[in-house]
């Protein structure tokens, strides 16, 4: 015992002799004003010239495609890319969208990379050749202070580290913007053969983009924004650099056959919206962010949450509201919302993770105490099945290289008229404490399709969770091997040791953090 004990305060010693850098004096920053002068500049203009205010969307289901979306805006950057995530993994995606970077940097292209330190954890020394181009700067969004080891940070820094940047948008020459629940890894992008998230995005041109900006400059020039090269505990020498970024390119350069850069070839997104053939919705479009101070604010602060303006378009929903949700705990103010809904004849849709899709047991063990007062108020209960058809026959999935799905989108749609896209999950985290971001598309014939894309792949994707009048739960889905219905009495695909993690999780009073 003794031992461990002198163990414990070891590593609370390690954990708190580190401390970050004093804030240092520099200028603010700013995206920089569209000349007008490129190619892709043009393009918009012209796209938007005969509707003036309104901006230019299309929505990128697709996981390939969605990577594809951003290598090409990559390529066509003739000014700036700023970059925004809050994971970055050290994986094929993750290498060749810092190539594409590098890249731009080469030809002259001002990149800015701004990372939440989850998506920078055991990368330091990657994103230092990055910051080591004169045309790349990369900066950490609350950072942990060690940066090896962080567990007793969460212990003495509890409440401060725990809240995070979960914004996603990539911004080029500010006239094009990506945003939405995806971050950058294998797993965002159908090209991991383990498991892969149905997620989805937004393309936007036009005014949407300068909000989007605008967003990312405050974060960026927020004090809690820290470059790469104060926090790092070791520099590179120029032999170094030299070798990792020929590596880079090399790397990409082996990736030519992949199938990312097959897509990359066949999805040509800016030719097709020069020729006015890709799909796109042009009306208003509004971006919704918490400010960057929520993460050092009071939770019920509400004057830097983005919530406060979307909730009335729950609230204001007549006819049908359709969520596809990841991680939701509605708690029982939501739970209220939707039955208020319900109650003025509106039909509800929610479709969210499965305990065996879910990659955090935790939330399902705090959303599955809602499960049957959802139900109650007649709300449409579905959750996301972990395996997958041998062909969907879906819009909604791609033909994924591995068998397990889950799911990752965050996306609302309100009476087929209008479509929020972003990172926010409904969940306590996403609401309180962590910072989202997410735009909202005034566009029937969007909202419409969506809507049909999501609900049309249902009976396939997810099991449809139903309740008897004694209470007791069941999961209706099809075999996929007869084609023939399936009920399930208890959470179907899930181990005995998944179900108990969950339930023993759901008695623990943790629903606030999750």
Request: with cysteine; proline share 5%; hydrophobic share 40%.
């Amino acid at each position: 015992m003794n031992r461990v004990l002198w163990g414990l305060v070891i590593l609370a010693m390690l954990g708190g002799c580190a401390s970050l850098p004093r804030p240092i004096d520099r200028t603010d920053e700013f995206a920089t004003p569209v000349s007008g002068d490129t190619e892709l500049d043009q393009t918009v203009a012209t796209l938007l010239a005969p509707f003036p205010g309104q901006s230019a969307a299309h929505f990128l289901e697709d996981g390939l495609d969605a990577f594809a979306a951003r290598l090409a805006a990559a390529e066509r950057a003739s000014r700036t890319i700023d970059a925004q995530y809050y994971l970055f993994h050290d994986d094929v995606t993750g290498n060749l969208y810092s190539e594409r970077l590098l890249s731009a940097a080469e030809r002259g292209v001002r990149v800015r990379l701004l990372l939440d330190d989850m998506g920078a954890h055991k990368r330091d020394q990657h994103l230092l050749v990055l910051a080591a181009h004169p045309n790349i700067d990369v900066r950490i969004f609350n950072p942990f202070a060690n940066r090896s080891f962080r567990a007793f940070e969460y212990l003495y820094r509890f409440g401060f580290v725990t809240r995070r940047m979960h914004n996603k948008s990539m911004i080029v020459d500010s006239v094009v913007a990506i945003t939405g629940g995806r971050n950058i890894g294998d797993d965002y992008f159908d090209a991991s053969n383990k498991s892969n998230f149905i997620d989805m995005d937004v393309a936007v041109f036009g005014p949407a983009v300068g909000d989007i900006a605008d967003q990312f400059d405050a974060y960026w020039n927020n004090a809690l924004s820290y470059s790469i090269e104060t926090l790092a505990k070791d520099a590179i020498n120029d032999t170094e650099l030299s070798s990792a970024w020929r590596e880079l390119h090399e790397y990409a350069k082996g990736q030519k056959d992949s199938v990312y850069i097959k897509r990359l070839e066949q999805a040509r997104f800016f030719e097709y919206l020069r020729a006015r053939t890709l799909p796109i919705t042009i009306g208003p479009a509004d971006v919704l962010v918490d400010q960057p101070t929520k993460v050092i604010s009071p939770i019920d602060d509400l004057r830097t949450h983005l919530g406060p303006e979307l909730w009335p378009y729950f609230r204001a929903s007549e006819s049908e509201l359709v969520i596809l949700n990841p991680y939701f705990i509605p708690g029982d103010s939501g739970v209220e919302v939707l039955a208020d809904a319900v109650r003025r004849g509106c039909r509800v849709v929610v479709l969210t993770n499965s305990l065996a899709a879910n990659d955090v047991a935790p939330v399902h063990g705090h959303y599955s105490k809602y499960r049957k007062p959802l139900l109650r108020a007649g709300v449409e209960l579905y959750e996301l099945r972990a395996d997958r058809p041998a062909h969907s026959g879906s819009q909604t999935t791609t033909e994924l290289p591995a068998e397990h799905m889950s799911l990752h989108v965050k996306t609302f749609i309100f009476d087929r008229e209008k479509t929020f896209i972003g990172s926010m999950n409904l969940d306590p985290r996403s609401v309180f404490q962590n910072t989202e971001l997410g735009v909202i598309v005034d566009d029937p014939a969007m909202a419409s399709k969506i809507a049909d894309l999501a609900l049309d792949s249902l009976p396939t994707i997810s099991y449809r969770v139903e309740m008897d009048s004694d209470g007791r739960l069941s999961w209706r889905g099809l075999d996929y091997a007869s084609g023939a219905e399936q009920i399930f009495t208890r959470e179907p695909g899930a181990s005995l040791w998944l179900r108990l993690f969950a339930f023993v999780s759901r008695i623990l009073p943790v629903e606030s953090q999750l």
